[in-house]
Structures are given as C-alpha cells and as structure tokens.
C-alpha cells in the first residue's frame, strides 16, 4: 500500500516548520538577555511554542499523507508526542541561552536534540492505529535519523550565533538560517515517512475517522497563530526592554550631572562647600594615620564687590574664573581649592614638613594673584587676603579649622589687606553679639519662644491638601519671629537642636492629634530632622513614644532628611530608616537634587517620597534645564516606586507645567505660606471644601480639567 500526498498540506507543513523555526531564533536571543524569573518564563513560553510548531509541521505532514483506507490516532501517544517535542525544543532554547559553549557540549546537545525530533516523530507515527503495525526500512531510518542530528546541530549553531544585536544583516540571517532550518525538519520528518512501509490489506481500528484536510488546516492554522503571536509578544517584550535600558541610561546620566552639579561650583567648577567637607575630612582621617600636618587657607579677595559693583557681574565672574585659575595652577597634586561663595576660596594645602612650608605657600599664592588681571580689555588688580590654620597644633575637628582659618583671614584684612595671617588663639572666638545670640537660643526652649507654622502640601490629584509639613519658627523676645535658617545653624552647631527637634516632633504630633480628633481624618504631617538629631543613637524609640503617647497612627507621620543628612553613613542610615519604616512612619529626602544623591544607594533605603527643592522649581518655565532635572527626578522617582512632591511652587503655570510632568504632590505660596495652627485649620477646611465642590461640579470629567486656581483661597 503506497501513500499519496496532498502537495498543498505538504506546504503548509514546511511553511509552520520555517516560522516555528524563526520563532525559536527570536526567543533564543530574548533568552539569551532574560534573567531570572523572566527569563524562565520565557524559556517555558518559548518551549511550548515552538514544541507546538514542530509537532503541529509533523503532524499536518503525516495528515498531508492519504493512504487507501481511514486512518485513525491513539490521542494518549500522540500527546506523548507533542510533550517530546515541547522538552526537546526547551532544551535547545535554555542552550542557545547560555553565555559560552564548549564544543563536546556543542555536540552533546546536538545529538540529543535530534534524538528529541526523531523520538517525535516515531512516537507522533506509533500513534496512527494501524493493524498490521507499520515496518520501517531501516537504511532510511537511519538517514532520517542523521538528517535530524546534523539538522539540529546546525539549526543550534545558528541560533547560538544568531542570538545577539538587532542590525538589519543580523535579521536577514535569521531569516535565512529559518528557512535552512525549517527544510531541514521537513527533510528529516519526510524521511522518516518514507521510511515506513505500511502492509497491503492494513484496517485501521480506531472507530473515530477525521477529515484529514481539516484537521490539518486546524492545526496548522492554531499552529501558525501561536507563533505569531509568541513573536509578537517577543518583539514588543524587547521593545520595551530596550526603552527601559535607555531610560535607566538616561537616568544614571542625569543622576551624575545632579551629582556634579550638587558637588560643584558652577561658575568655576571648583568643588564646593560640600565635596570641600568630604574632603577635608578624607585629609583629617589621613593626617591623623600618617601622623602629618596640613594647612586650611581662607583666601579672600579684597575689594571684590567694589570691582563688581562698577564693572558688572560678566566682569565679576570673569575675574573670578582667572583666579580660580591661578589658585588651581598654584595648588599641589594633594591639595584641594573650592569656591564657598561670592569671593572666598577654601583650600587645603598638604606635605606641609614644618610651618614654614605653609608660610612660602601662601607667599607664593599672594604674589600670583597680585598679578595684574586682564578683564574684558581692562586692567583690573585683586589682591587677596589669606587666613590659615593648621592640623593638628591649631585643631583637629573640621569645622574648626575653617573658622579658625576665617578668622586668621579677618586678621589679613584687618592687618592692611594683600596679606595672610596663621590662627593665633588670641584671635577672638567669638563676636559679642553672636555670645548672647547663643545665650538667648539656650535660654529659648524653656521659655517657650519656639513656635511652629504649617505649610499645606497639596495632592496635585485630588487637589486637596493632604499634609502639613511644620516649620519651626523662633519668637524672639527683642529681634521678632526669626526665620529657622538663622538659628538652626547655631543649634546644630550647639547641640541645642536634639532638644529643639524633640519639642519639634512632640509639638507636630500633638497638633496632628487634635486635628484628627476635628475631623481632619487622614492629615499627615512632616518634620524636618537635622542630621545631628538623624545621629542621636535613641531617635527611633523617641519617635514611637511620641506617636504612642498621642495615638497618632505611624502612617501619618513623615520625617524629613536631606540627602547629606541620610548618605553621610549610609549603613546607619539604613539601618534607623528601616526600623522608622517597620514602625510605619514614612520618609521623605528634603531638598532633593541639591545634595549627595547616589542612585545606587537611594535605591536600597526605605524612603517615601522625595521632595524636589525649590532652586529646581522657581525658574520651572524658563529653564529648560531645570525642566529636564523635575522630568528626571520624577521619572526617577516613578521607577524607583516614590512618591514626589514640588517645593516652592509659587504660580499657576508651575502648577500647570508640574502637573503634566506627572508630579504628585506640591507645596508653595501658591497654595498658602506657612502659617500658625490656629489659622491653617480654618484655610485647609475652606481649601478642601472647594475642592470638593470643584470635583463634584465638574463630575466624572475631572481627568480632562486643566489647573483650577485655587485663587479665591490664597492667602496674601
Ligand atoms: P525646608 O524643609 O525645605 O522647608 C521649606 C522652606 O521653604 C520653608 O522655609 C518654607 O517657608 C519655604 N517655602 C515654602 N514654599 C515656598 C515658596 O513658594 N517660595 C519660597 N521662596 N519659599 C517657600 P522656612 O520655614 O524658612 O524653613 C527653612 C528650612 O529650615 C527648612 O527647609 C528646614 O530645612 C529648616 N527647618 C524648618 N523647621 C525645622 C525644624 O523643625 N527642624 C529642623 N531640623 N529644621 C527645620
Ligand atoms: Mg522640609
Ligand atoms: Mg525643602
């Protein structure tokens, strides 16, 4: 009995066989990148579609076949046969996927495979119930047998190699390897077919007949729509990979300028106060260990301001960057200079033998800006007033070196200017005035002048004001209400803030309290904490007394930290936000963008929410840089699942500009200044009421609202 073929399912199957073909060689390269979970899934995803594929090409082969009589299969082998070819083509796959391949692997896992293939189809061929069983020629099962190892060993070679990069010679490769490889697969299955000889007079037992061309084209057809879709789903997986990569890319690159930028000067890309810190410190740590000394110079120039004021800030900064020029030409391979402000440059001078070095150091740097200066065609001079201080004979903390360093350079000034002078300590410490400033900043807290104001933060969604952040706020007796930014610097420095911060913390929650008691349910409120109290070893376990004395839910509570406050010791860091986070109590990174932000490690600390700082947001509109920084910081934020909120936004097209860049929350005058308690509860019921009203008026089509100015509501 001789089989006839149809020719038109005999296309069909080698058509399936060259996409199942192509398909496997997609998922290999998307393997080959996956890891992890992912990369399982495809692997298993990947594996049950081309098993299909190559079992649905068998199996419309053996349906394009017609013999005399009916023909019907054992649905139990032939699901045998389909799991045969789904593990083999999983195995396959997970090699292509492997980084290296030695060559006896190489040929271990050809063989294998095409052992796989051949076990297929001799199990899809055990399936059709014929009596007697078919007799197979042996010289030709063999040759079929050959066929699908060499066929596999290819079709793997080529997919090992194929796997990587997207350019358009590497496609066509693909595409050309798929066709070798799907007729190479049809070649073996119809070897094997003629390989078989079926018996003259054979019945079929099987009491189920099928159509044979529909129920190939069936096959075929589910066949063909699961690759696809597979490569679909393939192609816009690596699409969106691939978006993703650049997008982190773009964000690490953005995240290295706000770094730079938060370390540098930017008129004359000298260190700054900060990366001077960090590097004092490194020095302090260094000459401590090698037992050396160093020297700390306050160069000042005298007359700066004068020459800005007759010439212009362009000649100002001009002359700066000359002699940010000159100071760097003068500094040593370890020294290190930046520019802390206006006209003052810190530097740290090093190898000092004796004193005697510092003292030729700072001759030879006054003599080099004595130098006269060309600016914009004019002749200009600008002699410096330097201050030293030396480690260890004048102190060994950081801080001190610089004031002493600050007040040797009054010193200069004083002494005629063009000039250095070394710390002597007769100089004056301290300044009468800035005495009994401390004395009444120590005297403040018991007397209760400390008060605190409330600045709403508003949800950029629901439009409603959803926290309040306290801003401590001093009552002095004699001076009036004094701004935090003119105290908190000496509390810090006099360890006064741990107490203030404690009264700070127990005053907020206490307000939080009574304001969840009038109806204000879900109020936050945030609270600024200073690195020092950040440091104190106990501030965990006051922060959930506060909370339990009050039964203030944790979640309401947000404490703030700069980003210099949290990556100065990140371990620690780590390790006191984790347990804040346990107890539920949310952080937030304050003035974000303005510091030490290190990706890499911001990623792994609990935090919140990060709070964009005002420089960003006061130009927004303007700016196009500024732009691109609050576009980053939230797509950084949105990646790395934060919340953000807006400091400063003082107009209506900030709002606006903020709201399409995806903010989700804003503080500023726009919506109110801080304000004492007493007057924020009245403003945020009216503000909420209006939002209320808002949303209800303008019923389900909220979403398509541009910004509602809450103008009739803003405090003057
Ligand atoms: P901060 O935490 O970044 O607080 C926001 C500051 O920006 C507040 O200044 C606020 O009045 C001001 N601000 C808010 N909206 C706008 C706006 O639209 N435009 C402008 N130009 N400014 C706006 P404030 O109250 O003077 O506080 C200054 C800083 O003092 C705070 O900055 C915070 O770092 C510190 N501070 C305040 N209270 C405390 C406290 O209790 N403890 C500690 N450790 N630090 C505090
Ligand atoms: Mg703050
Ligand atoms: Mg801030």
Not at 564 to 589: K, W, Y
Request: hydrophobic share 50%.
């Amino acid at each position: 009995m001789q089989p006839l073929y149809n020719p038109a399912l005999v296309a069909l199957s080698v058509i399936v066989a060259i996409i199942a073909s192509y398909t496997a060689l997609k998922l290999a390269a998307r393997v080959a990148r996956a890891q992890g979970s992912l990369g399982r899934t495809w692997l298993a995803g990947g594996a049950a579609a081309m098993g299909i594929g190559i079992w649905s090409m068998h199996f419309i082969g053996v349906l394009a076949m017609t013999l005399p009589i009916p023909l019907s299969y054992n649905i139990p082998i032939t699901i045998g046969s389909l799991l045969i070819a789904i593990l083999t083509s999983g195995f396959a796959i997970s090699f292509v996927g492997r980084p290296a391949i030695t060559l006896p692997r190489f040929a271990v896992s050809g063989v294998v495979m095409g052992m796989g293939v051949t076990a297929m189809h001799y199990a899809g061929m055990a399936a059709i119930d014929i009596t007697p069983a078919i007799r197979y020629d042996p010289p030709l099962v063999a040759a079929s047998i050959v066929i699908a190892v060499s066929a596999s060993c290819v079709a793997l070679w080529l997919a090992f190699h194929l796997r990587g990069g997207a350019s358009r010679r590497l496609a066509l490769a693909r595409l050309a390897a798929s066709l070798v490889m799907g007729l190479a697969i049809a070649g073996m299955h119809y070897t094997g077919m003629a390989a078989a000889r079926f018996a003259r007079g054979a019945v079929c037992l099987g009491g189920m007949t099928l159509n044979n061309g529909w129920l190939a084209i069936t096959i075929g057809l589910i066949a063909l729509g699961l690759l696809v879709l597979t490569l679909v789903t393939a192609v816009f997986d690596a699409h969106l990979e691939s978006r993703s990569r650049q997008h982190a890319q773009r964000l690490e690159q953005i995240n290295a300028d706000l770094h730079h930028r938060a370390m540098h000067d930017s008129l004359t890309g000298l260190p700054n106060r900060l990366l001077f810190m960090e590097r004092l410190h490194a020095a302090i740590d260094q000459a401590r260990q090698r037992l050396e000394s160093f020297a700390v110079m306050v160069v000042d120039l005298d007359r700066f301001k004068l020459i800005n004021d007759s010439l212009g800030h362009g000649a100002g900064d001009e002359l700066l960057l000359q002699v940010a020029g000159r100071i760097e030409h003068a500094l040593g391979p370890d020294d290190v200079a930046a520019r802390i402000g206006g006209d003052e440059f810190l530097l740290i001078v090093r190898r000092l033998s004796k004193r005697e070095v510092a003292v030729q150091r700072a001759a030879a740097l006054i003599e080099l800006l004595d130098r006269p200066y060309l600016v914009h065609g004019v002749e200009l001079h600008a002699t410096p007033s330097i201050g030293i201080s030396l480690y260890p004979d004048d102190a060994t903390a950081a801080a001190a070196l610089i004031s002493h360093a600050d007040e040797a350079m009054y010193g200069a000034k004083q002494d005629g200017r063009n000039t250095f002078r070394f710390f002597t300590s007769g100089t004056p410490v301290f300044t009468p005035e800035r005495l009994q400033f401390e004395n009444d900043l120590r005297r403040a807290l018991p007397a209760g002048q400390f008060q605190l104001h409330y600045q709403p933060l508003v949800s950029l969604g629901s439009e409603r004001i959803v926290g309040l952040e306290a801003l401590v706020r001093w009552a002095h007796p004699v001076n009036g209400l004094i701004p935090p930014d003119a105290f908190i610097p000496l509390a810090e420095e006099t360890g006064l803030i741990v107490p203030l911060g404690e009264w700070v913390l127990r005053e907020a929650v206490r307000q939080l309290h009574q304001w969840h008691a009038r109806g204000f349910g879900a109020l936050r409120v945030a609270v600024n904490l200073s690195a020092t109290q950040f440091r104190q070893e106990d501030l965990v376990a006051a922060v959930g007394s506060v909370l339990e004395q009050y039964g203030v839910p944790p979640g309401c509570l947000e404490l703030e930290l700069t980003e210099s406050a949290v990556m100065s010791h990140p371990q620690r860091s780590a390790h006191v936000l984790t347990a804040l986070q346990r107890m539920g109590v949310g952080i937030a990174i304050d003035d974000f963008g303005t510091g030490y932000s290190c990706l890499s490690q911001l990623k792994r600390l609990p935090i919140r929410k990060l709070k964009i700082d005002r420089s960003f947001i006061c130009d927004l509109g303007y700016d196009a840089d500024d732009e691109a920084i609050v576009q980053a910081i939230v797509s950084l934020a949105r990646t790395l699942r934060l919340a953000v909120t807006a400091e400063g936004v003082e107009s209506a097209d900030q709002l606006d500009l903020l709201r399409r860049l995806g903010c989700g929350e804003y503080q500023g005058y726009y919506c109110s200044r801080p304000r004492p308690a007493a007057e924020i509860e009245p403003f945020m019921r009216d503000f909420n009421a209006a939002a209320s009203r808002r949303a209800a008026a303008d019923g389900g089509a909220s979403g398509m609202r541009g910004v509602v100015a809450p103008l009739a509501l803003r405090s003057g």
